[in-house]
């Protein structure tokens, strides 16, 4: 709900402010994808190596918001929908405080994606798609959710049950069944030089899986991943 009786107040310090200190351009690299096809796993390997580049950062999950912030939202379709416009919200604010923020989200609504990338400046909004295939994620089944929802345990589960929307124009295209997590870390790399966000010289030396032009070849996810069932059978993320 909104008011009429609201009155935006401006700051005396402004983003640039903020992220002049940083020395950085703030940003919202937004992962989506299925459950399972690496969103946490590769926005947690970038977070890394962006602190490595001495970048500030604030990695928002899917999973730890939906025990916070919102934990009163289930997974119908009106649920969906606010958990990503609350998020959207949220790392608009942190943008607007400086930082590079990289969320984790199945986030599988095409709408919604879009409004989040409306509610910042052009150009703020990198849309990183997980491509992994279906069934490569349920294959892994990292937290034992697909079992569940072919079971009929749960319901609601994108994929399965409820809808993934692809995206249409991605900035950044992975697939985890080929590409390893430091290769992937590096197409991101890549793309933020592309743009401006990060200098050359400093990211290309941070590069690990290729030949340091994010051109990395496509390698054998790593097996030793593949993990059992082990989370809360009600938490899906997105
Ligand atoms: N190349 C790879 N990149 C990313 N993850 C990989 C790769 N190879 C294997 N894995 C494994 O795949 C699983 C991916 O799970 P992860 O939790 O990152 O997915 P997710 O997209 O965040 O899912 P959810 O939406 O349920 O949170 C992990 O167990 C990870 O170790
Ligand atoms: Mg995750």
Known sequence: MTTSNTVWHDAAVTKQHRAAHKAQ??????????????????????EQRLADLSQHTYLLDGDNVRQGLNKDLGFSDQDRIENIRRIGETAKLFVDAGLIVITAFISPFKAERRMVRQLVEAGEFIEVYMGTPLSTCEQRDPKGLYKKARAGEIRNFTGIDSDYEAPEHPDVVLDTSSMSVDCCVDHILDHLIQRGILTAVSARARMKAGNNS????????????????????????G
């Open 25 to 46: 351009i703030p940003c919202i690299i937004w992962f989506t994808g299925l459950s399972g096809s690496g969103k946490s796993t590769v926005a947690n390997a970038l």
């Open 214 to 237: 994010g051109g990395c070849n496509k390698a054998e996810a790593d097996p030793a991943n593949k993990t059992a069932g082990s989370g809360k059978p009600s938490e899906r993320a």
